[in-house]
Nanobody, 124 residues
Framework: VQLQASGGGLVQAGGSLRLSCAAS????????ISWFRQAPGKEREFVAA????????LHSDSVKARFTISRDNAKNTVYLQMNSLKPEDTAVYYC??????????????????WGQGTQVTVSS
């Protein structure tokens, strides 16, 4: 099982980035996929989640209306489109996978597999 996050970088406030999470995880469409982030000195926090077929999504209040999670099961990839970025969005962003036996989860302990993280830095 492997999750590979990419697409991070340095961007000015107000700019956009699109993160990708490419998965080698058996039947990709059987897994809920989420994005979490961890800023320096802070705990890892939930950002967004998407159900197996993309019918259901969940976004944290801090990113709602700015970030959008989506997936392409034909490409085994989940995306996080980030618009109107703010300096407080600066963090390492991780994708994670959990089995689809329960609803979408914000608790990182529910996730079985994690990618290596990609750095997003937003300058003011």
């Amino acid at each position: 099982v492997q999750l590979q996050a990419s697409g991070g970088g340095l961007v000015q406030a107000g700019g956009s980035l699109r993160l990708s999470c490419a998965a080698s995880i058996g039947t990709f469409s059987s897994w809920h996929i989420s994005w979490f982030r961890q800023a320096p000195g802070k705990e890892r926090e939930f950002v967004a989640a998407i159900s197996t077929r993309g019918v259901s999504t969940l976004h944290s209040d801090s990113v709602k209306a700015r970030f959008t999670i989506s997936r392409d099961n034909a490409k085994n990839t989940v995306y996080l489109q980030m618009n109107s970025l703010k300096p407080e969005d600066t963090a390492v962003y991780y994708c994670a996978a959990k089995t689809a036996d329960t609803r979408l989860e914000v608790d990182e302990l529910k996730y079985s597999f994690w990618g290596q993280g990609t750095q997003v830095t937003v300058s003011s």
